[in-house]
């Protein structure tokens, strides 16, 4: 049995809970998730926690035990606190800025990049810092994620788009020894 599964998934106080067939709904101050979930697992909710079990005693049921369980977890926190993920931007030349819902980035390329901002994410751009944030893990993770891939750090010089909490390897250049 999944160790993550078996433990319940707590209710805050002004968040709603519910589960309509395959269709979990939660809502909170920031804002409204759905999930659907597979049948081999049960979703119950009980007065302030939701509990997930297997309903079958299968490898199948007991991964999707933890995952589900881990989704409602996450859907919980993202419709009370949120999620957000930081990038620095770093290069000669490299900025980053955003007008209605455009990022716009100049990564040393002959033309700036427009990247358009999808609905529940937001972007604000502060220096060289751009912290996207938003109520589901999943897109703020794949927008980061997005945004990163369009120049990634190089180990030279460190040029590019990198996490706030990633260290780049740096490689030493040409030695020049003859």
Known sequence: MSR???????IPQGVKVSVNGNLITVEGPKGKLEQDYKPEVEVKV???????????????AHSYHGLYRSLISNMVDGVTKGFSKSLIVNGVGY??????????????FSQPIDYYIGEGITIVC?????????????????VS???RSLRPPEPYKGKGIRYEDENIRRKIGKSGIK
Do not use: F, H, W, Y
């Not at 009980?46 to 199948?60: F, G, I, Q, R």
């Not at 900025?95 to 100049?106: G, M, Q, S």
């Open 4 to 10: 993550i599964g078996k433990l319940p998934v707590e």
């Open 46 to 60: 009980e007065e302030n926690v939701v509990l997930v079990s297997p309903m079958k005693d299968t490898k199948v």
């Open 95 to 108: 900025r980053a800025e955003v007008n209605n819902d455009v990022l716009t980035l100049n990564l040393g």
């Open 126 to 142: 502060e220096g060289t810092k751009v912290t996207v944030s938003g109520i589901d893990k999943q897109r703020v993770g794949q």
């Open 145 to 147: 994620a997005e945004i």
